[in-house]
């Protein structure tokens, strides 16, 4: 009789055990729309999801370390390239949850009067871009340079650069606490802090490409019915409220409608190695 007490405690321990949650490396492009929807997901199913935050191409080497993990959301097309190329995503399951744009990135009320690329170099503007080496935004923001200024211009910002920063949300946050006086982001972060910092556009002739975000099954994932079912969630009425709330675009054409021109969608950018941080 004494037995199955002891019995029963190892039965509840493994069904405990065997409770299925998603663990989901992401980038932190679409950080605070993607805690919020995290949260009402497990509200609505009661399966709880892990988020793991931080440079895209940061939590893809996590994700393939560890081996473990059910969705990889990168903040661009970039580093989701990368990931079907070495196998590590179910490329049939990939899905387009929203679309970005780069933008300058200034405190509120722009107290530096920084309205365009070039004043980037004025002397004196301390300036900060994602890490180019494992963070999408950072090649983003290296594309622009190496595409609009000249290596004198190029020198100039390079003097102003004090950080490379390890996500998009450290980028946003480098101006929030006023680490420095810009960055190069996008569009979206004047609306995690609308209070604090705001977007500056450039110009639809310096822009070379829109961003989108994807996001796909691992292939490590334990639970790809219930990934596919996350997956179905963004793109439900009700997940893409949440990212609009964000102001992220829904489609090509709304980003189109506010740069004012016509770029290319997503692709990729292999970065000049001087640009790599040693």
């Not at 065997?18 to 490396?25: A, H, N, S, V």
């Not at 829904?250 to 000049?272: D, H, L, R």
Request: glycine fraction near 6%; charge should be positive; hydrophobic fraction near 40%.
């Amino acid at each position: 009789m004494k037995k199955i007490p002891l019995l029963f405690f190892f039965l509840l321990l493994g069904l405990w055990a065997e409770t299925p949650r998603l663990l989901i490396f992401a980038g932190s492009a679409s950080k605070p729309p993607t805690q919020e929807a995290a949260r009402l997901f497990t509200e609505k199913t009661g399966i709880p999801v892990d988020l793991v935050f931080g440079g895209s191409g940061y939590v893809l080497s996590q994700m393939k370390l560890t081996r473990k993990g059910d969705l990889y959301f990168p903040g661009s097309s970039d580093y989701m390239e990368i990931a079907k190329r070495q196998h590590l995503v179910d490329p049939k399951s990939e899905k387009i949850i929203v679309y970005l744009v780069p933008a300058i990135t200034v405190a509120k009320g722009n107290p530096k009067r920084i309205h365009s690329l070039e004043d980037l170099t004025r002397p004196g503007i301390k300036v900060a871009i994602a890490n180019p080496d494992g963070v999408c935004l950072g090649a983003y923001a290296v594309e622009i340079l190496e595409k609009n200024f000249t290596p004198e211009q190029k020198k100039a910002f390079r003097k102003n650069l004090i950080n490379y920063t390890a996500s998009c949300a450290k980028t946003a946050t480098a101006v929030s606490l006023h680490q420095v006086d810009t960055v190069i982001g996008w569009r979206v972060f004047g609306h995690w802090d609308p209070k604090r910092i705001e977007t500056v556009p450039i110009k639809a002739s310096r822009l070379v490409r829109i961003g989108y975000i994807p996001i796909a099954v691992s292939r490590f994932s334990r639970h790809p019915d219930l990934a596919k079912r996350f997956i179905d969630f963004l793109l439900s009425p009700e997940g893409r409220k949440i990212f609009a709330r964000y102001h992220y675009f829904p489609s090509p054409q709304t980003a189109e409608k506010w740069i004012g021109a016509k770029k290319p969608v997503g692709g990729e950018y292999k970065v000049p190695r001087e640009w790599i941080a040693q």
